[in-house]
């Protein structure tokens, strides 16, 4: 999935950045808010996580300015103000959640999984396609009983394609959740990354009916 963080301390973006794609999310930062604005109102986020003390334009005023745009991807609000009035006021401007720095990168993570559970994903504790399992928390995939061992980017790839299991989704939709916006739109990035996927997934269970197929001219879908 893919995440946008807006905040001007760059040494602690870069960290979460960082700390983030460990954890197979597609991430882009920006440093001000004017700059996370143009972001978040072009790209395809899965999930915005935003300080409230920005430069040219504040967390709180590019929140709402978001919300009147009708841009509903969930927000995580990072602040320094740990008052009652500052939760009411980040939470009344149109974030989903408050998170209070200091701030643990395990406390992060749960978080954005609950607003990701709330939002365009249905909350679900182990997806299943076939003989196939994804466990979102523990990131374990198995078929027919054997883990699958992924890199971080095919484990995204595949949770993407799993939370939207017998749908065809294109190759522009996958590149919009599952890598950031330094990658060159024009490379076969996604179709590598798919065949990496059917040897794990399927060409190494040939004994099972494969599950990730390429639909001519559209895109892929895994499952029937």
């Given at each position: 999935?893919?995440?946008?963080?807006?905040?001007?301390?760059?040494?602690?973006?870069?960290?979460?950045?960082?700390?983030?794609?460990?954890?197979?999310?597609?991430?882009?930062?920006?440093?001000?808010?004017?700059?996370?604005?143009n972001?978040?109102?072009?790209?395809?986020?899965?999930?915005i996580?935003?300080?409230?003390?920005l430069?040219?334009?504040?967390?709180?005023?590019?929140?709402?300015?978001?919300?009147?745009?009708?841009?509903?991807?969930?927000?995580?609000?990072?602040?320094?103000?740990?008052?009652?009035?500052?939760?009411?006021?980040?939470?009344?401007?149109g974030?989903?959640?408050?998170?209070?720095?200091?701030?643990?990168?395990?406390?992060?993570?749960a978080?954005?999984?609950?607003?990701?559970?709330?939002?365009?994903?249905?909350?679900?504790?182990?997806?299943?396609v076939?003989?196939?399992?994804?466990?979102?928390?523990?990131?374990?995939?198995?078929?027919?009983?054997k883990?699958?061992?992924?890199?971080?980017?095919?484990y995204?790839?595949l949770?993407?394609?799993?939370?939207?299991?017998?749908?065809?989704?294109?190759?522009?939709?996958?590149?919009?959740?599952?890598?950031?916006?330094?990658?060159?739109?024009?490379?076969?990035?996604?179709d590598?990354?798919?065949?990496?996927?059917?040897?794990?997934?399927?060409?190494?269970f040939?004994?099972?009916?494969?599950?990730?197929?390429?639909?001519?001219?559209?895109?892929?879908?895994?499952?029937?």
């Open positions: 999935m893919r995440v946008l963080i807006v905040e001007d301390e760059e040494k602690l973006a870069k960290s979460l950045k960082k700390a983030l794609e460990a954890e197979s999310y597609a991430v882009d930062i920006c440093f001000d808010g004017e700059e996370g604005y972001a978040a109102s072009i790209e395809n986020y899965d999930l996580i935003l300080d409230i003390g430069p040219k334009i504040d967390g709180l005023a590019l929140t709402r300015k978001l919300r009147q745009e009708k841009i509903k991807t969930p927000i995580l609000m990072l602040t320094a103000r740990d008052t009652l009035n500052d939760k009411i006021t980040g939470l009344n401007s974030a989903d959640d408050y998170l209070v720095k200091p701030f643990s990168f395990e406390e992060m993570l978080r954005m999984g609950s607003l990701l559970r709330r939002g365009s994903f249905e909350p679900q504790l182990t997806y299943v076939g003989s196939l399992s994804l466990d979102p928390r523990s990131h374990i995939v198995k078929r027919a009983k883990i699958i061992d992924l890199s971080a980017k095919e995204a790839l949770e993407f394609l799993i939370r939207n299991k017998g749908q065809i989704v294109s190759k522009t939709q996958i590149m919009d959740h599952v890598w950031n916006m330094d990658t060159d739109p024009f490379s076969n990035v996604v590598v990354y798919i065949g990496y996927l059917r040897n794990k997934i399927d060409k190494a040939s004994e099972e009916e494969p599950l990730l197929y390429t639909v001519k001219g559209l895109g892929y879908r895994l499952g029937k």
